[in-house]
T-cell receptor
Framework: GQNIDQPTEMTATEGAIVQINCTYQTSGFNGLFWYQQHAGEAPTFLSYNVLDGLEEKGRFSSFLSRSKGYSYLLLKELQMKDSASYLCAVVDSNYQLIWGAGTKLIIKP | DVKVTQSSRYLVKRTGEKVFLECVQDMDHENMFWYRQDPGLGLRLIYFSYDVKMKEKGDIPEGYSVSREKKERFSLILESASTNQTSMYLC?????????????FGPGTRLTVL
């Protein structure tokens, strides 16, 4: 079957760096998304990776290794507003979008 | 700015009632989606539509139907609500049907079926 694994919950300190991992086993691969979802709000797009390597967007970076079936989202200089759930989603060979359950990130002062 | 709106943020219905969830997007997107989001599970696709009056079943269509009479509006219908349909329902839209395209989500409707 198809599977995406993310930690259920993580805690980090304001100003620090946190890495949220996502591992996947899917039938083929056509890209990986990261979305951010604040409690009670809509998921919003953060990044899309289809090639191996690191892509940086301000305080947020996303890394992909297709050979390892692995991605991470790196958040630097954490702010309280970064408290949210982070959803990983993979596009499989049939162009179906497979979603992980999400990682709830708690930022402490 | 891209906007997807949903008719209700919170809804409480009784078992057996017919329930309508409405979604409107103002981006002239071709494609619209309905998901449900439950704790500990990833988003699950219920139905999607790639054009007016066109619909396709997603992963969990049982107990649901949809309607798309206008490009900007996509409705999810629970013909006879049951307690196991208590969930958060998210609507989304995208410009391309290609799943590599970014989806824009509404704020969600939290439905409770008693």
């Amino acid at each position: 079957g198809q599977n995406i694994d993310q930690p259920t919950e993580m805690t980090a300190t304001e100003g620090a760096i946190v890495q949220i991992n996502c591992t996947y086993q899917t039938s083929g691969f056509n890209g990986l998304f990261w979305y951010q979802q604040h409690a009670g709000e809509a998921p919003t797009f953060l990044s899309y990776n289809v090639l191996d390597g690191l892509e940086e967007k301000g305080r947020f970076s996303s890394f992909l290794s297709r050979s390892k079936g692995y991605s991470y989202l790196l958040l630097k200089e954490l702010q309280m507003k970064d408290s949210a759930s982070y959803l990983c989603a993979v596009v499989d060979s049939n162009y179906q979008l497979i979603w992980g359950a999400g990682t709830k990130l708690i930022i402490k002062p | 700015d891209v906007k997807v709106t949903q008719s209700s943020r919170y809804l409480v219905k009784r078992t057996g009632e017919k329930v309508f969830l409405e979604c409107v997007q103002d981006m002239d997107h071709e494609n619209m989606f309905w998901y449900r989001q439950d704790p500990g599970l990833g988003l699950r696709l219920i139905y999607f539509s790639y054009d007016v009056k066109m619909k396709e079943k997603g992963d969990i269509p049982e107990g649901y139907s949809v309607s798309r009479e206008k490009k900007e509006r996509f409705s999810l219908i629970l013909e006879s609500a049951s307690t196991n349909q208590t969930s958060m329902y998210l609507c989304a839209s995208s410009l391309r049907l290609d799943s590599t395209d970014t989806q824009y989500f509404g704020p969600g409707t939290r439905l409770t079926v008693l």
